[in-house]
């Protein structure tokens, strides 16, 4: 499987499992562990992986805060209209959820370029270099040794762009 | 040779299954060595316990009855966590720390008693049943209605509870101070990590927070939610719109092959004009190689490894995208607390006064967004609470005072215990100073901790919040004050430290320890509930009509979870003195009287021995007073008792129909 298709995989069978949990009416011990796993996470990670932090983390931390803000606002909404039930709720966030995926595992599925989520996650603004091809020595800075790549390293937009293809 | 082979040197080749299985490997050897201090603490705490005996709590709550191992155990602790900060052990190992501390302080109550402390957390669990049972809210509701104007978090914990197959919120509220607190630290981490490349001061802020955050705001309400949101907020802020580089990060496969090479890590920063401009990480091996790991200088890394250097700048779309997240994070504050988005507001002025970038909008949006949910969704309760709010508005002094309990008719204990709490709150603020003299006698020093440390004091201008200003504060200045109090053992700079820091961190931390087991569990006593009083609570709350007259010793117990909106509310501890005085004269007169009047269709009076705790610890009414109306109504053939253990007691009048 591709890797970049792990976490939306996981996500969107999260998802499908929490909706067959509470379609069974399922309650503890398997319902709390779903739903905690489900509410904290699901809906908030696919938005957070189309920023391409790096950072696991942070990550899981704007995931936890974004999908109890989700939850929240849809609550509030609902609320307002005098419309609140859980299954509605589930509704919404399994909607929220869902597209969240399509956004992230989009550029996998239909290819990197033009897409909605390239475009979101600002793709064009990572720039990864292969050094395999340079020599790394080092010289020093101060207190430090820099790889003297760094300094070569502001390529133009369209180096960067061909050697993030590459890579 | 390869770094592996250098590891390896002259020792017999192990499968990797022999290295964990044999008594003489490595892996096993280091493994004790280094989590020895941490398996001790943790294997105190699970001998302390099934010997913690909770209904023989007195006026010093939990500490009268936390036997010697618990006290051993947070000192074996705070002794392992502050060598792992001297010694710059990974992330994971200080991680297992923090989450130990948390389970200690905020998951041996749940344990123990089963029930979910203090009698707030018990009201909110009634909002979200109130939500369960009718899906609105009714903002212009008699009772709690500050709830129904701003009701995110509860419609998002009445979803939780729902989804979970649980009947209420109370099923799991006992474990939302565990889970809070880790979510605090966690964020805070991440803020931390933003402010300073040395870690032994992101860690040892970590462990101040949690041991002088005493003011018991972690439990399950609106404002632990909005908190943990308002932290992510100033995270995101901070991260990834200052115009500070960022700081390195080791990735966990680097973590992992540090492990596996068993060397040193290296940090080294790199610096210009006192300020951090790149870090690399590298690692001596046991062979004195040095392996360089990666590097990172303004958004710039490099993987040694993958020979890869990567570097981003995040583009508009990228950009927007955060500021859609960071507009549904202000939306949920804005619409779950009153007061935390005017924390929110100062806080990110502060910041955009001093400079963090892209931010310098949010303030204006987050005011107006404030505001507009204050006329449109809260104008209810806004409207009603105008004229007081104008009032104190601007009365500092005022609103300053109005925090304090008054103790002039407290037991010692509970003036013990105050004193306890301010006393810790003057340490934070001393420590706050020494750590910023100090960062500054070195040379440098940086506004935004400063600016989110003051930023909050503005919140006493704005009124007394029912006594709590001060807390809230506090509260919210606490992050950045233990940040700035990390600098007294550790300089901003890093470099050599000699171990007299870690003593030092590690005495200091052991006292303000005691004055959080003293401020935060010191009234365990009133907060920590038996399932007695659960059960006489439920006996009355379940099924009653509308109406219902429900006379309570004081409110503090385990009350309006369920149902609550159908009752009238009359606590005797709130009743004026000269009440109080004819209570105590009559007391089987007084309440046959007020529980005979048919303008009610039922009536009850609940009695508890937390309603009694507290009573006479705050000397509310005079000592042993709710005992003494117990004891004249169990005496009385006009009474009868619904529910009657040494716990509580829930009593009818006789003759007077119930529908239970």
Redesign the interface.
């Known amino acids: 499987m591709n890797r970049d298709l792990v976490w939306p995989g996981i996500v969107a069978a999260s998802t499908v499992v929490m909706t067959v949990v509470v379609a069974l009416g399922l309650g503890p011990p398997i319902a709390p562990v779903i739903a905690v796993w489900f509410v904290f996470v699901c809906p908030g990670l696919p938005y957070v992986r189309l920023l391409n932090l790096r950072e696991p983390l942070n990550e899981l931390l704007l995931a936890i805060a974004l999908s109890l803000s989700i939850e929240a606002v849809v609550s509030l909404m609902l609320l307002w209209r005098s419309a609140w039930t859980s299954g509605r709720m589930l509704q919404i966030v399994v909607a929220i959820t869902v597209l969240g995926v399509l956004l992230d595992a989009e550029p996998t599925i239909w290819g990197r370029r033009s897409t909605t989520s390239t475009k979101l996650r600002g793709i064009d603004h990572h720039r990864v270099i292969d050094l395999s091809v340079h020599e790394v020595t080092s010289e020093v800075v101060g207190s430090i040794r820099i790889p003297p790549v760094l300094q070569a390293s502001e390529g133009t937009a369209a180096s960067a762009d061909s050697e993030y293809s590459r890579s | 040779m390869s770094p592996q082979s250098t590891v390896v040197g002259s020792r017999p080749q192990l499968t990797r299954w022999n290295r964990w299985i044999n008594p003489d490997a490595t892996a096993i050897r280091l493994f004790a060595s280094r989590h020895a201090l941490l398996g001790s603490a943790a294997l105190l705490w699970l001998v302390t316990l099934p010997r913690i005996d909770l209904d023989a709590m007195s006026g010093l709550g939990l500490m009268s009855v936390l036997p010697l191992t618990g006290y051993a155990s947070l000192v074996v602790l705070t002794i392992s966590y502050f060598v792992g900060v001297h010694q710059g052990r990974s ?1 994971f190992e200080m991680a297992l720390h923090l989450g130990l501390l948390i389970l200690i302080f905020h998951a041996t109550l749940a344990l123990l008693s089963g029930t979910v402390r203090y009698s707030w957390a018990w009201k909110h669990i009634g909002i979200v049943d109130f ?2 049972r009718n ?3 009714d903002p212009d509701i008699r009772v709690l209605d500050v709830y129904h104007n701003w ?6 914990a ?3 509870t ?5 009947e209420s919120a109370a ?2 509220a006992a474990w939302a101070p565990t889970l809070f607190n880790a ?1 605090f630290v ?2 805070l ?2 803020i931390f990590r933003s402010l300073t490349s040395n870690l032994q001061i992101v860690w040892t802020a970590a462990w101040l927070f949690l041991v002088t955050n005493w003011v018991g705001q972690d439990y399950f309400s609106p404002q632990a ?1 909005t908190l ?2 308002y932290l ?2 100033i ?2 802020l901070l ?1 990834w719109f200052s115009k500070r580089p960022p700081v390195v ?1 080791v990735s ?1 496969a680097e973590r992992f092959r540090l492990r596996v090479l068993r060397g040193t890590q290296v940090l ?5 004009k006192g300020r951090v401009v ?1 870090t ?1 990480t590298s690692m001596i091996s046991d062979s004195g190689q040095e392996i ?1 790991l990666s ?1 990172e ?1 303004d958004g ?1 890394s ?1 993987d ?1 490894k993958r ?13 927007r ?2 500021f859609g ?1 960071i507009a ?2 202000l ?3 804005i ?2 607390h009153p007061l935390t988005p005017m924390m929110l507001v100062v806080g990110l002025a502060g910041l955009a006064i001093v400079g963090v970038g892209s931010a310098r909008w949010l303030p204006i949006v987050a005011a107006v967004l404030t505001g507009v949910w204050m006329l449109t ?1 809260a104008n209810a309760f806004v409207a009603r609470q105008f004229e007081a709010t104008v009032e104190v508005t601007g009365s500092v002094t005022s609103n300053f005072s109005a925090t304090f309990v008054d103790l002039s008719n407290a037991t010692v204990s509970q003036i013990v215990i105050a004193w306890m709490g301010r006393g810790l709150v003057a340490a934070v603020v001393v420590l706050a100073l020494l750590g910023a003299v100090r960062w500054i006698r070195r040379g440098a020093f940086a506004l935004r901790p400063l600016v989110l440390l003051i930023a909050p004091v503005l919140m006493l201008v704005g009124g007394s919040y029912d006594g709590e200003a001060v807390f809230r504060v506090y509260l919210f200045a606490l992050p950045f004050a233990v940040f700035l109090g990390a600098h007294t053992f550790y300089p901003e700079q890093g470099g050599e430290i000699g171990t007299r820091a870690a003593a030092a961190a590690i005495g200091v931390t052991l006292v303000l320890m005691t004055g959080f087991l003293f401020a935060y569990f010191g009234k365990e006593d009133q907060y920590t509930f038996s399932l007695d009083e659960v059960r006489a609570a439920e006996l009355v709350f379940a099924g009653a009509p509308d109406g219902t007259l429900l006379i309570e010793g004081s409110p503090n117990y385990p009350s309006k979870f369920v149902f609550y909106e159908r009752f009238v509310y009359v606590p005797i501890t709130r009743e004026p003195e000269a009440t109080h005085t004819r209570i105590l004269a009559d007391p089987v007169g007084v309440m046959e009287e007020w529980m005979g009047n048919l303008d009610y269709p039922e009536s009850y009076l609940i009695i508890t021995e937390s309603q009694k705790a507290e009573t006479d610890a705050l000397g509310t009414m005079p000592a042993g007073s709710l005992d003494a109306i117990e004891a004249a109504l169990l005496a009385s053939p006009r009474f009868q008792t619904l529910f009657h253990t040494e716990n509580a007691t829930v009593f009818t009048l006789a003759g007077r129909e119930v529908t239970r």
């Not at chain 2, 729902?162 to 649980?166: D, K, R, S, T």
């Not at chain 2, 080294?268 to 210009?272: A, Q, S």
């Not at chain 2, 020979?307 to 950009?319: A, E, I, K, L, P």
């Open positions: 992330a939500i369960q899906g609105i809210v009701p995110s978090a509860f419609g998002m009445a979803f939780l729902e989804i979970a197959g649980f099923s799991f979510l966690a964020a981490v991440v939610f943990f949101l992510v907020t995270g995101i991260r990060v966990w080294r920063l790199v610096l210009r790149a690399e360089p590097f200088s710039k490099y040694a020979r890869t250097m990567t570097y981003s700048v995040w583009g508009r779309n990228q950009t995208l955060v997240m549904v994070i939306a949920a504050i619409t779950s969704g």
